[in-house]
């Protein structure tokens, strides 16, 4: 059995997270949906993946919160855990990507 943890991604303002995998992205829509790609995001194993904040259209990225260097404002977010790690959790707080007008 391989354990698994919980990292949602919230949105904040209108943009989407998309993911270098293409396998943990979370759109505006989804979010609002409260799909659980975005809710619960579910990671099992090593979590090696890195996160793009793409805002919409009259939107900027602003910041990520939670995690990652808010100091040089970039739009990517990488995590690279080994399985043991992700293992230790059941879940996470959210990555949250705020975007503003």
């Known amino acids: ?3 698994s943890c919980k990292h949602p991604l919230e949105i904040v303002g209108e943009g989407d997270i998309v993911s270098a995998s293409g396998l943990r992205n979370c759109s505006l829509e989804d979010f609002q949906a409260g799909l659980t790609n975005c ?3 579910e990671v099992t194993g090593n979590y090696n993946e890195t996160y793009t904040a793409v805002p919409r259209a ?4 602003r910041e ?3 995690y990652c260097d ?3 404002l970039d739009n ?4 690279n ?6 293992a230790v959790y059941d879940s996470r707080p ?3 990507a705020a975007f503003t007008q």
């Open 76 to 79: 990517t977010c990488s995590f």
């Open 94 to 96: 959210p990555l949250r």
């Open 58 to 61: 009259g939107w900027v990225f």
């Open 39 to 41: 809710t619960e995001n």
């Open 64 to 66: 990520w919160q939670t």
């Open 81 to 86: 855990y080994p399985a043991n790690v992700v």
């Open 1 to 3: 059995m391989v354990a």
């Open 70 to 72: 808010n100091n040089n």
